[in-house]
């Protein structure tokens, strides 16, 4: 749990004030290449990567394409699905072994009506996964296949080697082939 709690102290919570929140979160470990939620289920959790990365994918026209991918120390969930209770589009497997902390949409539901800092917890994840989403919106349309996979390398260079390069290519919105031209270029 110490991973978490490093994480909010940053942001300036106290362990102290965290323990109605962390007394909810349940652990949970999948290994690589699990998928954790499929198109048409209900996203239950909100979950923080304490160890590992994920990617997000949908299916088009039989073929998958990487939307997202969480990394080590971060927030993730299918976002859509677990605030508007609604089935996910997308799927969510890990790529690597991972660990995760999460907390049910009921438990947070329960403490968002009895605990004022799970309010603020809930709204720091929700912003941290919103502005998350809206970087990469405006990064695919203004930013070439190159500059994004750079920025990918410059923020999670020792995860993205980890990361087949199948989806780092369908991530970036291009055949295999031209990110293997990228990356000769940038070394």
Do not use: W
């Amino acid at each position: 749990m110490e991973s978490i709690i490093t994480y909010f102290e940053k942001i300036g919570f106290h362990e102290k004030e965290l323990e109605p929140f962390l007394s909810k979160l349940k652990i949970r470990r999948f290994k690589a290449n699990e998928i954790i939620i499929a198109h048409g289920q209900i996203e239950n959790y909100l979950s923080f990567l304490a160890d590992g990365i994920v990617r997000y994918y949908v299916v088009a026209k039989d073929k998958e394409i990487t939307i997202d991918f969480a990394f080590k120390n971060s927030f993730y969930c299918a976002y859509d699905s677990f605030y508007n209770r609604t089935k996910t589009e997308i799927y969510i497997e890990t790529l690597t072994d991972c660990e995760l902390y999460s907390i049910t949409h009921q438990d947070l539901q329960a403490l968002y009506q009895s605990c004022e800092m799970t309010k603020k917890l809930g709204r720091l994840a929700t912003e941290y996964l919103l502005s998350k989403k809206v970087k990469r919106e405006i990064n695919l349309l203004t930013k070439s296949p190159q500059e994004r996979y750079e920025e990918l390398l410059k923020e999670q260079p020792k995860y993205i080697l980890q990361i087949p390069l199948k989806f780092i290519a369908s991530y970036l919105g291009v055949v295999p082939e031209t990110l293997s031209r990228i990356r000769k270029r940038i070394n």
